[in-house]
């Protein structure tokens, strides 16, 4: 055995296992108490690159499904409010059918008349509260509904503007659409009539839309899903192995202690030689 008061051997490599474990340890609290593997380029570079795409595709996603749902609501209160309309050209159509009717005494033809014209009145007054977020899709405006599907914005969903307003050509009645008189009635019936035909098309159009905002919605909302976790495949701490691996690396933290104490304690022996 060779014994030298200038360098410590056994304490040289104590220290170094000791500084070791204390940095493998202060790693692992370190992913504990950020609940993260690789929580910056540091620790893993290729990796932290590959999740902080995922991320940035995440936070594109919840753009899409904020777009999506602003198009779903407004959509969907324009088609509620068609559907009251085609509800209301229902009974402007029974309304002016009896009114046509040549028998018809005045005073019943009069109640009509004006039963048909707060029928009529209530379709403006529903076309301009149809409005979401400042968009209304059956004014006589020109709004469209253009959501992004995708992440980069490359991809648009269109429902286009549809006109229900008094007088449009999907809505061939006017604003003063009388039915005072049996002529009157006759005519509107047959307005009334095209009416119906071109909102049930317009119905269709905005039904087929609503679903495929729907659609692309519960897709960017499952696609959303399926990244976080792939990015937490990626980066997050196993916190039963790392619970795991801080016991054990305290219990080695304590012996590298013991062990560089005794190691410092080597060089004491040397003073046994002088000793007699």
């Known amino acids: 055995m060779t014994f030298s008061i200038n360098v410590n051997a056994s304490a040289l490599d104590a220290l170094r296992n000791l500084n070791a474990t204390s940095k493998d340890l202060e790693t692992t609290q370190t992913h504990i108490n950020t609940g993260l593997k690789i929580s910056s380029a540091k620790d893993n570079a290729a990796v932290f690159s590959i999740a902080q795409k995922l991320r940035g595709d995440l936070k594109g996603l919840n753009a899409v499904k904020q777009s999506l749902d602003r198009g779903i609501s407004t959509v969907d209160i324009a088609l509620a409010a068609s559907e009251a309309i085609s509800d209301l050209l ?31 009145d209530q379709i403006t007054t529903i076309v301009n509260n149809a409005e979401f977020n400042g968009s209304n899709l059956i004014d006589g405006g020109t709004d469209a509904i253009v959501a992004i599907t995708n992440a980069d914005a490359t991809q648009t969903l269109t429902v286009d503007h549809q006109d229900l307003t008094l007088g449009s050509a999907n809505i061939p009645i006017s604003a003063a659409q009388s039915i005072a008189t049996q002529t009157a009635a006759a005519a509107a019936v047959v307005d009334l009539g ?56 305290q219990v080695k933290q304590q012996l590298g202690i013991q062990a560089l104490s005794i190691a410092n304690q080597s060089p004491q022996s040397i003073l046994s030689l002088f000793q007699g």
Request: net charge negative.
């Open 194 to 249: 095209d009416a119906i035909n071109n909102l049930n098309s317009v119905l269709t159009q905005l039904g087929a839309g609503s679903t495929a905002l729907e659609q692309n919605r519960s897709f960017a909302g499952k696609l959303a899903d399926v990244i976080e976790v792939g990015i937490g495949n990626l980066v997050d701490a196993d916190m039963a192995k790392e619970s795991a691996n801080l016991q054990a690396l």
């Open 90 to 120: 229902l009974e402007m159509k029974e309304k002016a059918v009896a009114a046509a009717d040549q028998g018809l005494d005045s005073t019943s033809r009069t109640a009509l008349a004006e039963d048909f014209s707060a029928l009529r």
